[in-house]
């Protein structure tokens, strides 16, 4: 009985999980092919395929999708954090409304994030909501364009994952003695020094923990900027789905896939570790 | 005691956050064809909405899809939970746990790919699961579900001591018996919650359906998908609304069921 | 007669560090022994072995005469009381103290009787509809006191049953249980490592150190005629004195610059020798067991003053200073001191 449960599960997520990983690297290293399914393994005689990785190295425009997507997860994680940091501190402190306040943040995570990005275009949208007040207040009369922009795809961005950064900061925050500022002020510090020199040190592994937590999934991110950014926001999500579903080029999809992993391999390892840490 | 500016940054981004959905909802009674746009009170898109076939059926398939695998998930996670946090050591739970925490970290369109690729795989090699549709939705979803019921039960457990089931044996429980009468009841909260959240990320998935769904299993969310590529709707609109009451209901009942566990 | 539990030659090693080093021990029916240690001294790990859940790698534990090697915890006439006292949250506590019961398959009138007499027994009426969170901790303490109980174990097995209550209720607890022991009638093991709990409480001290047991016996013996340093220091914090044995048995101690010369002559070997505190009086005795110092350091501690004495070679002595026999000294008087012969302990290892 003991043995069946740790089986079941663990023979579940071998095929599943660890399997299906297995053959996205095979993958990577076949060739792509005329039929169903429409790629021929590296054992089916014509060896491996170096190509789709050298492609990746090679051709600017895959080499842009993956630092394009880097770079926007790293804007995206940097920008809630500048929200959150503030948010979880303020709602650590707010004593009896502290579990409604973060009721209010997290519960947009249940709201399901195609809702949320579905309000964004409805408010960015040329005869939409934010147009309707600039054209009010009389600033312009024709409209901005704001959807579709890299502006608007990082808004909704961060929309979706400020809730993942601001539950760590918040559980740091809480576990902070406020007695230490006041200790800081009496020695001197002004309170913003005693902010700066005290409270935020000690939310450093809580501050690198809400960055990996928003950075890792951010770096995959296909709907949003499919939804709201510009065509040329080809981040690495937006090129797999392209690969996979339009040029039917699995190999390639896979390398992409394969190329995404080993750059996000540090950054998950880092953030287990703090996980365990805490 | 809480500074100005800590406080006004909370608002802020709670405004940011509640804001968009707030104005969504409040549009979705508006009678204006375009979304976004006050005509008056009406209830139309609601109408509208209850006559659109195709996403009627859409939502009917993922609420069955995100059921079976929040069940599955369920059963498999909340056995993969107890077995981490009370097994002790045992070969291969180093490997147990990796693969539980796999699907948390990993990007989306990774596992959709994996996963796809798998079925491809599976079905030449013992013709199961055939094609792509539903069944494997589930299987995926499933597959999701368990990483975060597995982490839910395992941090309850964890938060126990080992000491009430060490109570139990010695006041004359069996092994089986203790699991039966402590253990489960204990597990019980974050069984529930594990489901509820596993039935959320069904619902909420795009990107792992999009790979493994084919022609045959449009869910709910990649048919909302497809709608907003096109822009906003007052549909849409309405749709949303319905969702997000489903949501807050079932946010509201994880934290009855979380407290009373405590 | 054989003793209610016996255990022999137990030895349980994590690793390369032995929690139970070949600890044998006897508990007669109805005794009350206080199990006591510092963390890590295997106290609890013995708790454990005898409840079931270590097994000793070697060694046995009899019960009445039967061997418990390879019966499973829920098997074993013996009840322990949890340190965290481990109530089942999900449960009442009238569903906390039948659960014992409902395993052992007894019919539902008996379980509500003897139920209803555990509860009137730890003084819990009115509470057997409350969930263990809103009950305090005293009250928690009882509630698992009763569940053990009311299983009536042969031996009951406490793990710092009042550890987790403060001063007040601790001094209270601790005679209640003591009366509830003697009404039951079983065989009682507390682990505990507060040394003046044991002593109050216990009918007879087992001391641990580093899963070896170093010394057993009544509190009164235990703490006059400590066998080894390490129990000297531990109960009540005695002086130690380690100096050369003189042929004649006494010890000569160049850091206090005298000769302490014990009742009957130090056995070979021994270099070291406990002094209590409470033993040594400021009044000069014979010319051995006698000497000069300095006050250093004056302490009131209401009932006594601790006095801290500079010795003329050097050591600093503990001497209590009783308030009858009127104000200590002031810091820095010369004062001689001296203390009777049987005070003086000898010390092995």
């Given at each position: ?24 690297g ?22 491996t ?18 630092g ?12 809630c ?46 005869e ?7 054209r ?8 901005l ?26 559980a ?9 500022e ?40 296909y ?33 992409l ?22 | 005691m ?54 009627l ?8 899809i ?46 959709g ?126 749709l ?17 069921l ?5 | 007669?054989?003793?209610?539990l016996?255990?022999?030659g ?6 390369s ?11 007669p ?5 206080a ?14 072995v ?94 698992a ?143 051995d ?61």
């Open positions: 009985m003991r043995i069946a449960l740790r089986l079941i599960p663990g023979l579940w997520l071998a095929l599943l999980v660890a399997a299906p990983l297995a053959l996205v095979v993958m990577a290293l076949s060739w792509q092919a005329e039929g169903v399914p429409p790629y021929s393994p590296p054992w089916a005689g014509e060896g395929n170096p190509e789709n990785l050298r492609l990746l190295a090679e051709d600017p425009y895959y080499r842009d999708s993956l394009q997507s880097l770079l926007v997860a790293a804007l995206t994680a940097a920008l954090l500048l929200l959150a940091i503030p948010m979880g501190i303020a709602i650590a402190r707010a004593g009896k409304w502290r579990n409604a306040l973060l009721g209010a943040v997290l519960l947009p995570f249940w709201t399901g994030f195609l809702i949320r990005i579905g309000a964004w275009i409805g408010l960015l949208r040329d939409g909501w934010i147009n309707a007040i600039i009010g207040l009389g600033w312009t009369d024709q409209p364009h704001l959807l579709y922009t890299h502006g608007a795809m990082l808004v909704g961005m961060v929309h979706a994952y400020l809730p993942f950064a601001v539950l760590p900061l918040f740091a925050a809480t576990r902070l003695d406020p007695l230490l006041q200790a800081a002020e009496d020695l001197g510090a002004t309170p913003g020094r005693a902010f700066l020199t005290i409270t935020l040190p000690q939310l450093l592994p809580a501050l690198a923990a809400a960055f990996l937590l928003v950075f890792i999934p951010a770096a995959g991110e709907v949003i900027p499919e939804l709201l950014g510009p065509p040329n926001a080809t981040l690495v999500g937006r090129v797999l789905f392209q690969e996979f579903f339009q040029s039917r080029d699995w190999p390639v999809a896979s390398a896939a394969v190329a995404l992993l080993v750059l996000l391999i540090g950054p998950i390892i880092l953030f287990q570790r703090l996980g365990r840490a805490a | 809480t500074p100005r500016w800590l406080r006004a940054a909370l608002w802020a981004g709670l405004a940011f956050l509640w804001l968009p959905v707030a104005l969504l909802v409040a549009y979705a009674f508006s009678a204006d064809p375009v979304p976004f746009r006050w005509g008056g009170f009406s209830l139309r898109w609601f109408s509208a909405l209850a006559g659109n076939d195709r996403l059926e859409a939502a009917w398939l993922s609420l069955r995100a059921a079976g695998a929040a069940t599955l998930a369920v059963l498999l996670g909340g056995a993969t939970g107890w077995v981490l946090a009370r097994h002790g050591p045992f070969a291969g739970r180093a490997a147990l746990g990796a693969l539980a925490g796999a699907p948390l970290v990993l990007p989306e369109v990774v596992t790919l994996s996963l796809l690729l798998a079925f491809v795989a599976l079905e030449a090699a013992i013709g199961w699961p055939a094609g792509r549709g539903a069944l494997t939705v589930l299987l995926a979803h499933a597959t999701l579900g368990t990483a975060y019921v597995a982490v839910v039960v395992q941090s309850r457990l964890a938060s126990r001591d080992r000491d009430l089931e060490e109570a139990a044996q010695d006041l004359g429980a069996s092994p089986a018996a203790a699991f039966l009468t402590v253990t489960l009841p204990l597990m019980l909260p974050a069984l529930a919650a594990g489901w509820l959240l596993a039935f959320t990320l069904s619902l909420d998935d795009v990107v792992l359906a999009s790979f493994t769904s084919g022609p045959a299993g449009t869910t709910l969310p990649v048919a909302l998908f497809s709608m907003l590529r096109l822009g906003m709707t007052p549909e849409v609109n309405a949303a609304t319905l969702l997000l009451a489903a949501a807050g209901l079932a946010l509201a009942l994880i934290g009855l979380l407290r009373r566990g405590d | 007669m054989t003793a209610r016996s255990l022999r137990l030895t349980r090693r994590f690793g560090v032995a929690a139970l080093d070949g600890v044998s021990l006897d508990v029916a109805g005794e009350f022994l199990l006591l240690g510092g963390s890590g001294s295997g106290k609890s790990t013995l708790l454990r005898v409840a079931g859940f270590e097994v000793a790698d070697s060694g046995t534990v009899h019960l009445d005469g039967t061997d418990l090697s390879g019966v499973p915890p829920h098997r074993r006439p013996v009840n322990m009381m949890f340190q965290s006292y481990a109530l089942f949250p999900h449960m009442t506590v009238a569903a906390n103290i039948a659960y014992g019961l409902r395993r052992e398959g007894r019919p539902r009138a008996e379980i509500a009787d003897r139920v209803a007499q555990a509860v009137a027994m730890l003084r819990l009426e009115g509470m057997e509809a409350r969930r263990p969170h809103a009950l305090s901790g005293g009250q928690r303490q009882r509630v006191l009763a569940r053990a109980l009311v299983k009536r174990p042969r031996l009951l097995l406490l793990d710092e049953p009042l550890g987790a209550l403060d001063a007040n209720l601790r001094e209270r607890t601790g005679f209640e249980l003591r009366a509830i022991q003697r009404e039951s009638g079983a065989a009682l093991i507390m682990v505990t490592h507060d040394q003046a709990e044991a002593l109050a409480l216990a009918d007879r001290v087992a001391v641990m150190d580093h899963g070896r047991l170093v010394q057993q016996g009544a509190p009164r013996e235990v703490y006059d005629r400590p066998a080894t340093r390490f129990v000297a220091e531990f109960l009540g914090a005695a002086n130690v004195l380690e100096g050369r044995r003189t042929p004649d048995g006494a010890l000569e101690c160049p850091a206090a610059a005298c000769t302490l010369r014990p009742a009957a002559p130090l056995p070979e070997g021994v270099t070291a020798v406990a002094l209590r505190p409470e033993r040594i009086r400021l009044a000069p005795a014979k010319d067991n006698s000497a000069a110092g300095t006050v250093a350091e004056a302490a009131f501690r209401g009932e006594s003053s601790l006095l801290l004495i500079r010795l003329a070679g050097g050591a600093l002595l503990r001497v209590s200073h009783a308030e009858e026999d009127g104000a200590p000294p002031e810091r820095g008087t010369p004062v001689r001191v001296g203390w009777d012969a049987d005070a003086v302990v000898p010390l092995h290892g």
